[in-house]
């Protein structure tokens, strides 16, 4: 069971490049979300989704886009990459029925 | 709405002293609030949580929070500290708003152990 998996784990951008950054549970939880975590900020949630299929915005969702086709992945993409998108990601997942969230070790993404 | 102040960004306590880690939170519908900690280039590992049954929530590593309504508190709390201990800590509020329920963190307590 390897619970949250986040690939890459770090990543260096130039300012308009777009990339993806991926997330797989394996642990056949509906809702699934990513977070940014910037330093005195906290985590800040992006987009979540409920289920396959339905996606929704979250605190701080411009620049980014979200789609879940299946239960098992759920990709971020950065669609122009900009400094401001520096940060470090982190991808989480719970069941419909619990409100424990379970985090995924993060990707670390520069964008210069 | 909800929020999660946390107090301190920055916390030092001797090896073998208490920790008090302080989180007040907002939320207009009865919350569910956890206590997550972060060690250096790692994910966040749930220590303990809150779901509205007993006040006191034990966790793992000897931490343990009080939920008080009145105070809107939930305060963790370790009475000896170790070494291993030094990490990011951070409160969270869970209620419902709109689809599904949300996390929202406080801005972290950077815990620091000294010999």
């Known amino acids: 069971n390897a619970g949250v998996t986040q690939t890459p784990k770090f990543q260096v951008l130039k300012t308009g490049q777009s990339m993806t950054l991926q997330c797989a549970q394996d642990m056949n939880h509906e809702y699934m979300s990513w977070y940014r975590q910037d330093p005195g900020m906290g985590l800040r949630l992006i987009h979540y989704s409920v289920g396959a299929g339905i996606t929704d915005q979250g605190e701080v969702p411009n620049g980014y886009n979200v789609s879940r086709s299946t239960t098992e992945d759920f990709p971020l993409r950065l669609l122009s990459a900009a400094p401001s998108q520096t940060s470090v990601y982190f991808c989480a997942s719970r069941s419909a029925g619990q409100e424990t969230q379970y985090f995924g070790p993060g990707t670390r993404l520069l964008v210069l | 709405a909800q929020s999660v102040t946390q107090l301190g960004s920055h916390v030092s306590v001797s090896e073998g002293a208490l920790v008090l880690l302080r989180c007040n939170y907002s939320?207009?519908?009865?919350?569910?609030l956890f206590w997550y900690v972060q060690y250096p280039n790692q994910g966040l590992q749930l220590l303990l949580k809150?779901?509205?049954?007993?006040?006191l929530v034990k966790g793992i590593n000897g931490f343990e929070a009080e939920f008080k309504k009145s105070e809107t508190s939930f305060h963790l709390t370790k009475p000896s500290a170790h070494m291993s201990d030094a990490a990011e800590y951070f409160c969270?509020?869970?209620?419902?708003?709109?689809?599904?329920?949300?996390?929202?963190f406080g801005t972290g307590t950077r815990l620091q152990v000294t010999l």
């Open positions: 969270a509020v869970s209620g419902y708003t709109g689809t599904a329920s949300k996390l929202t």
């Open positions: 809150y779901t509205s049954a007993a006040t």
């Open positions: 939320s207009s519908v009865p919350p569910y």
